[in-house]
């Protein structure tokens, strides 16, 4: 898939109840493993939960675009995510570390989308249910989980060019609209 | 480009003296308006600087990894970048912010390298003297730089499964090689 189609990627946060397979999961970490990251250390790691009782666990314990109103959570059995990866540190996460994530999220959802994936990089989450749901100790804690599985919505992305018309929003068909602003909004030029 | 080939790129730090155009330079910027951003907030704002002068002024204030050995820093009017990207907030940076940067930026990456441009994503550079050059005031500050140009060195990734070999280094041709972990090596399923 040519760049430019993969720059259509939304955030997808229904899901149909299809399973992902190993290889496509093998897919999308590769590309966080590819990713960019400070120095070279790469010091991420990663946590892939499939089975369906533990994605039913984790979700309650996931919150998806707070933001939008009516409020529509994926439904368990039915539009719910049907894995999460968890990306791990196992050190104090310093602002490089958070970059390091999300070049590594960003990476992982091209490589989703490609396959016909979708993704929703979940920064709100209770930390200390969701470590013990997935048996993650200290040292090591979860910086950020990515749902996945296939589209059962398509979000539209739209230009705007003023800052107060960012906010997304559901039409009467149950589509999300994104406002993105546009270069010109975001750019200058020195 | 297939996204596969896209996955090949890798960070460039020594470059040809070719001039972006802004056509390229726009590409870039779309990338990184596209990228996931928390709640869709899209906090982030790029300063462009391609005047020669402007961009050799920045450089002396940047560090490029400052791991490898021998070290080789770009050389102006030779091998030193010929546009740098300012990625910049206007509120007190937390994680999210980072993570956010991130995602821009490797989105950035991906659409340069599409174009047969390199970049180098900077986290160390001098940023009153870097703020000073482009004239970046409070509220306003640079999270990041993003130095960029058509590359002048081929660096190879290769794959290793232990955490202690990761260290890139110089082969005696001047080729940079970076390791970089198997995915086997970072994840765990469960």
């Known amino acids: 898939m040519e760049f430019a189609e993969l720059l259509k990627r939304r955030t997808i946060r229904q899901f149909t109840q299809e399973p992902l397979t190993k290889e496509d999961l093998r897919a999308i970490l590769n590309a966080a493993r590819l990713a960019s990251c400070a120095s070279n250390r790469q010091r991420l790691r990663y946590l892939v939960a499939t089975e369906p009782e533990l994605v039913e666990r984790i979700l309650p314990h996931t919150a998806y675009a707070s933001l939008v109103r009516p409020h529509r959570d994926p439904v368990p059995g039915r539009t719910a995510p049907v894995a999460f990866i968890a990306v791990l540190c ?5 602002p490089l570390l958070h970059a390091d994530a999300g070049a590594a999220i960003q990476s ?5 989308w490609e396959r016909g994936i979708g993704c929703c990089w979940i920064g709100s989450h209770k930390r200390e249910a969701v470590a013990e749901i997935l048996d993650v100790a200290e040292p090591e804690r979860i910086l950020y989980l990515v749902a996945l599985g296939h589209p059962a919505e398509s979000p539209v992305s739209e230009d705007v060019t003023d800052e107060s018309d960012i906010s997304y929003y559901l039409d009467s068909r149950n589509t999300l609209h994104v406002p993105k602003l546009t270069v010109d909004a975001i750019t200058k030029w020195c």
Chains 1, 2 share one sequence.
Do not use: Q, R, V
């Not at 196992?90 to 310093?94: D, N």
């Open 108 to 112: 992982m959802e091209f490589a989703a």
């Open 90 to 94: 196992s050190c104090e996460p310093g």
